[in-house]
């Protein structure tokens, strides 16, 4: 079918850019690598997701993927809120530093 | 003659600066202004007044550029640093009570209390939001303070050497005082004036902003 090649495809991707992360943070490499891997796993057996639902409780597979959608991207906007706020740290030292070089005093 | 360097935040402060910083000048002539980017005449009404001005090139908020002034302060060697705020509601010579408080008790630092003091036209709804922060930081630092958003604060060269405020807005306050803790800095409280004017009432602080501060505490948690 077409969606599940669009959806490998994607997945693919998805897991190419945990790999290339690897060397920054290898805890998220494998995070990404995971989340793809078993995204691909449930694409091509699809009813396997029925049976994981029943295993944790959930009544469909399609409401566990949902679920475990909306966690991943609570955590990645937390995520990214701390980069932000990281780099926003580094604007302001800049910004001290250029403003401090520039003092002035009317003599 | 005490080494003492006055820091002014100021944000579109043009209608008041002038006049904030002559009147710190008769005291104490050493007055940085940290001008936050204004689209105004700050800078050349405190250049006017006689300040020293440093201008930060983007806007970064109220506790950037506290950290900003004491960082120059510092650099000019000073011994003690007095924050004041840039819209007239802190009268010049608190200064010389913080001064005196820090003599005769020997606290690291002094912060102004206008509980202690004087408040002229306090709204009541400003004062129960006031109350609420001083119980929010008894509980978060164990430092029993009667006002802790005081803009008009002393700190020695000691001190602001190892205060880091990384807050940029409004959180600063409350870093500060979270920081004192945790340095385990002496702390002592002086009794000043705040005047209510009806423009540092609309520059002030909203009930909203008391939210933001206590988010932007919570993600700093998270941080560490």
């Given amino acids: 079918m077409i969606i599940q090649i669009v959806l490998i495809a994607g997945l693919l991707l998805s897991l190419l850019y945990g790999i290339v992360q690897r060397q920054r943070s290898w805890l998220l490499s494998n995070a990404i690598a995971i989340v793809s891997l078993s995204g691909i796993y449930l694409v091509v057996f699809p009813e396997r997701t029925n049976q994981v639902a029943h295993l944790v409780g959930v009544g469909r597979g399609a409401d566990l993927i949902l679920y475990c959608w909306l966690v991943i991207s609570i955590i990645v906007s937390m995520h990214l809120h701390l980069q932000i706020l990281h780099v926003q740290e580094l604007i302001t030292e800049v910004a001290r530093e250029l403003a401090l070089t520039g003092a002035r005093r009317s003599e | ?224």
């Fill in chain 2, 1 to 224: 003659m005490i080494r003492l360097w006055v820091v002014i935040p100021a944000f579109n402060e043009t209608d008041v600066i002038r006049d904030v910083v002559k009147g710190v000048r008769a005291f104490y002539p050493d007055v940085v202004v940290v001008d936050d980017c204004s689209a105004d005449d700050t800078v050349e009404m405190a250049l006017h007044a006689g300040a020293t001005v440093i201008r930060h090139p983007i806007n970064l908020g109220q506790g950037a550029a506290l950290q900003t002034g004491i960082r120059y302060a510092l650099g000019r060697g000073a011994q003690y640093i007095v924050t004041f705020d840039a819209d007239g509601q802190h009268r010049p010579d608190d200064i010389n009570v913080l001064v005196d408080t820090h003599l005769r008790t020997g606290a690291d630092i002094v912060l102004g209390s206008r509980f202690l003091g004087q408040s002229e036209n306090i709204p009541w709804l400003r004062k129960m939001l006031l109350r609420l922060a001083i119980i929010f930081t008894r509980v978060e630092s164990g430092l029993k303070l009667t006002d802790a958003h005081n803009g008009l604060r002393m700190l020695t060269r000691r001190a602001a050497e190892g205060i880091r405020i990384r807050q940029n807005r409004m959180a600063h306050a409350s870093e500060i005082i979270h920081q004192i803790a945790r340095l385990k800095l002496t702390i002592a409280e002086a009794p000043v004036t705040i005047v209510y004017t009806e423009y540092s009432l609309r520059k002030g602080q909203r009930l909203s902003n008391a939210i933001s501060i206590l988010a932007d505490l919570f993600v700093a948690r998270l941080k560490k």
